[in-house]
């Protein structure tokens, strides 16, 4: 029997070296997942090599080779995570990439006729991510990003909400912007002048666009939830409803907190919260006075949206993570259904009256984007970077599109 | 503890380990390791560092057992070298010798109760817990959204601080998930310089030493080659990952001294007549038993020769048992 030889010895060193440097690569984003968006006779969607492509709806779902931004050949935008938002003729949008943590974030506005960026100097960069999508009013875009790199001296909070002036003959310009404890990694929301947004310590801040009154990025009030806030809260009949990472999912009343009627870490009359057990990502979706929602852990809830119970005897139940928001549609026959996107799995479908599981869409593979109904189709971004279009009356397959490259999967 | 540590009991855990390793990875070791960081993050006021350093060395305290064994095994094997070298000789010649050198290898090893892969089994066995500790690093402190989606399917439900992720990556000014090189002066060269001198004072008071002068080399070389590749690569590593290896160096060294005594790192734990005469009775032969056959190497170590066939499992085991007195006797 031999002594191991020092040689061999080295060599093994050697390779765990390589193999602890090849870890090194978790520290990249790699790809996002960006939910399609159907506006007019398009579907616009974020591929993973950072391109925003669309799909047209009247040549039997053709992929639009003329139209994409950035133009092929010129450097990509990088991982999308947020959907893209269509205001008019307008998209807008955001994405992030990184060199290590070394990340720069770019916010772009594209006419819908030519891909073609509004401002004159393309993008508005920033060295930072930006995970979630932006959110567009008629002359302002709002996103939350994480802390900027401090070198460059332009601020030192740990996050931002941004409120860029939309103007399309001139470079974006920053309305204004407010600082928070965390970074930001949610989408913001805006309803009657106020944008709402969570961030990774699990504040909700409610601030101000001052559309009249000139306290534009002023915080109207917050509220500390138990875990992180990632998903994007859903504004509706007065409510404000989002889950955290703390398992717990919350309705507020938001005229009861603007008149400063409850406190910023516990929950007033009318509010309620529910625990669940699994981390909220996914938006929820209000359908027929239901709520439903769904967690990391494949858990989807429908919830009596006034008093937080739920409606269903058992949750329904995907294989895989559920980080994109589920869409309903009218089942022949049978009612309302859900569609819940499966980060590992073909796209569940559950009767929205009792939970019960439904014939599913094959998507072969995970989605973690939101799902979108549209007529009589449902449209799904795969974690492969596949765009597939569904008929949902039978559930098959009617296109599958790559979306980087637009040829057939 | 060798008893309990029995060569089948150490082939049945390598064997369980390794399939471990194989197939159930995520449940069974990334898992329980990513909880205890999450859960020493909150208990150690929210700092990932101290969660790392704690963590670290508590793993290596717990593989105390397997170091001992370990370290026992290289000393006994370290001991038998001289009549390694001497039989090596005495067949170098022989038609046969080959098979012949194996048998008498193989029977000097069973007489010495030293296991052959006694030197590699801890150390396979650690190696699947190196890898977890330093996945687990990296998934409890994730810096993408997909990792933080992810680790979700990691942690347990009835884990308190679960609900505190993410975590805070900064210690003492520096992101532990950044790489070294773009950590703030001091530590972006002081991280380095601090792992490769660590590395080579493990690699010191650990180094078998070798009787054949190529080997002896070539083991001079690795002990200052070794340390400063990985100081380099360190430029390249996350700091959390930095830490990491620097303290399981330093209580590797820790360990190993109070096992083998502080003078090993010296260089002086094995190349004393002493110690080399202390590591040959655990091995279970005596000086005096070869005197004939011995010789000097290197002015200080006394080799001892073969022993003629003469030595049995009953011996080997009473010199394990009662080494002082079988010393004291032969005196």
Redesign the interface.
């Known amino acids: 029997m031999k002594r191991p030889r020092p040689l061999l010895l080295g060599m093994l060193i050697s390779l765990s070296i390589f193999v602890l440097a090849a870890c090194v690569g978790d520290l990249n984003p790699d790809g996002g997942w960006s939910a399609p968006v159907v506006s007019g006779d398009h579907v616009y969607v974020g591929a993973k090599d950072g391109r925003i492509t669309r799909l047209s709806l009247n040549e039997d779902g053709r992929f639009d080779t003329g139209w994409g931004y950035p133009p092929v050949g010129a450097d990509t935008l990088g991982p999308l995570y947020g959907t893209p938002r269509i205001n008019g003729d307008r998209v807008f949008g955001a994405a992030y990439d990184c060199d290590n943590l070394d990340c720069d974030a770019q916010v772009y506005a594209l006419s819908t006729d030519d891909a073609s960026s509004l401002w004159p100097e393309g993008t508005f960069t920033l060295p930072t991510s930006i995970v979630g999508a932006v959110a567009v009013t008629d002359d302002t875009v709002l996103f939350g990003t994480a802390g900027i790199n401090d070198e460059l001296d332009i601020g030192d909070a740990e996050g931002y909400l941004y409120a860029l002036d939309t103007d399309p003959d001139a470079n974006p310009r920053v309305r204004w912007r407010f600082a928070t404890d965390a970074s930001i990694w949610g989408t913001p929301v805006v309803s009657d002048g106020v944008v709402y947004i969570g961030d990774l310590d699990g504040v909700l801040h409610a601030v101000s666009l001052g559309e009249s009154d000139g306290s534009a990025g002023q915080e109207i009030w917050n509220f500390k939830a138990g875990g992180a806030i990632v998903s994007e809260p859903l504004i509706t009949n007065g409510k404000i409803y989002f889950g955290d990472f703390s398992d717990t999912f919350y309705a507020l009343d938001i005229a009861a907190r603007e008149s400063g009627g409850a406190s910023s870490n516990a929950l007033g009359f009318g509010e309620w919260s529910f625990d669940s057990d699994g981390w909220f990502w996914a938006t929820p979706l209000i359908h027929e006075n239901s709520l439903y929602v769904g967690t990391l852990n494949g858990n989807f809830y429908a919830l009596n949206p006034d008093t937080g119970a739920e409606l269903w005897a058992n949750p329904g139940k995907v294989v895989g993570q559920i980080v994109g928001k589920a869409a309903a549609f009218d089942e022949v026959g049978k009612g309302t259904a859900l569609a819940v996107p499966s980060g590992e799995d073909n796209i569940g479908v559950f009767s929205a009256v009792n939970g019960a599981e439904l014939n599913g869409f094959a998507s072969e593979g995970g989605v973690k984007s939101s799902l979108v109904v549209d007529g009589r189709f449902l449209y799904a971004h795969t974690t492969d970077d596949h765009l597939l279009k569904f008929n949902i009356a039978d559930r098959k397959l009617f296109t599958c599109i790559d979306a980087e490259n637009g040829g057939a999967c | 503890m060798g008893a309990f540590f029995s060569r089948r009991m150490m082939m049945i855990l390598g064997v369980a380990l390794l399939a471990i390793a194989v197939f159930r990875f995520n449940l069974f070791v990334i898992g329980p390791m990513v909880n205890s960081l999450v859960l020493l993050d909150k208990i150690l006021f929210s700092n990932f560092g101290l969660a790392i350093i704690f963590f670290t060395v508590t793993v290596r305290l717990l593989m105390i057992p397997l170091t001992v064994m370990q370290t026992r095994n290289m000393r006994k094997?370290s001991a038998l070298q001289p009549r390694m070298k001497a039989m090596q000789e005495r067949y170098k010649d022989h038609p046969d010798g080959r098979r012949l050198q194996?048998s008498e290898?193989?029977k000097m090893?069973k007489s010495a109760g030293v296991s052959?892969i006694g030197?590699?089994g801890p150390m396979v066995l650690q190696m699947p817990i190196w890898?977890g500790l330093?996945?687990a690093i990296?998934r409890a402190v994730?810096?993408?959204?997909?990792?933080?989606?992810n680790l979700?399917?990691v942690l347990y439900?009835w884990n308190p601080a679960?609900?505190?992720?993410?975590l805070d990556s900064m210690f003492i000014g520096m992101?532990l998930?950044?790489?070294v090189q773009?950590a703030p002066a001091p530590f972006n060269f002081a991280l380095p310089i601090l792992v490769g001198a660590s590395m080579w004072a493990q690699q010191k008071i650990s180094a078998?030493p070798?009787m054949d002068a190529r080997?002896a080399q070539?083991?001079q070389?690795?002990l200052w080659?070794?340390p400063i590749?990985?100081g380099f690569?360190t430029f390249?590593?996350?700091a959390g990952?930095a830490v990491y290896i620097l303290f399981s160096n330093l209580i590797g060294v820790a360990i190993t001294a109070v096992i083998s005594g502080p003078g090993a790192l010296l260089g002086t734990r094995f190349g004393t007549s002493a110690a080399t005469a202390a590591a040959a009775v655990e091995a279970g032969v005596s000086n005096a038993e070869d005197e004939n056959k011995g010789e000097v190497i290197d002015g200080t170590a006394t080799v001892l020769g073969e022993d003629g066939g003469r030595s049995d499992r009953q011996r080997a085991r009473s010199a394990r048992r009662k080494p002082r007195r079988r010393r004291n006797r032969r005196r």
């Open positions: 094997m194996s290898t193989m090893y052959p030197c590699l890898f330093y996945r990296f994730p810096a993408t959204p997909e990792g933080t989606a979700s399917t439900g679960a609900s505190d992720v993410p992101d998930v950044d790489l773009n078998m070798s080997s070539t083991n070389m690795m080659m070794m590749m990985f690569f390249q590593f996350p990952l």
